[in-house]
């Protein structure tokens, strides 16, 4: 059974930090893709971060310069730091993967940055 798992969410002001981490399980994730999506509500989740299976990364426009996806795969555990937040950060971040053919998800956590 795979689970994810995120935390590291919270309250922050504009030009602050936070590293958001997806303890994982059931899945070995430095064999597959993991990603970090983000959705407001009323809107659709977006991609915002990808690591494959080597070191390749992929960023959403909007964050490049200013969030880095990395893993550390004796804890099964993939990050999402993020810089130099901004108010259109606000979203909740889900982390997923997918295995056996099936797209899995987080429940999420919530990051708010205020003004």
């Known amino acids: 059974q795979v689970q994810l798992v995120e935390s590291g969410g919270g309250l922050v002001q504009s030009g602050g930090s936070l590293r958001l981490s997806c303890a994982a399980s059931?899945?070995?994730?430095?064999?597959?893709?993991m990603a970090w999506y983000r959705q407001v509500p009323g809107k659709q989740r977006e991609l915002v971060a990808t690591?494959?299976?080597?070191?390749?990364?992929n960023y959403t426009d909007s964050v490049k310069g200013r969030f880095a996806i990395f893993r550390d795969n004796a804890k099964a555990t993939v990050y999402l730091r993020m810089n130099s937040l901004k108010p259109e950060d606000t979203a909740v971040y889900y982390c997923?993967?997918?295995?056996?053919?099936?797209?899995?998800w987080g429940k999420g956590t919530l990051v708010t940055v205020s003004l």
């Open positions: 059931g899945v070995i994730i430095s064999t597959t893709t």
């Open positions: 690591i494959n299976s080597g070191t390749g990364t």
């Open positions: 997923g993967t997918t295995v056996g053919g099936r797209y899995y």
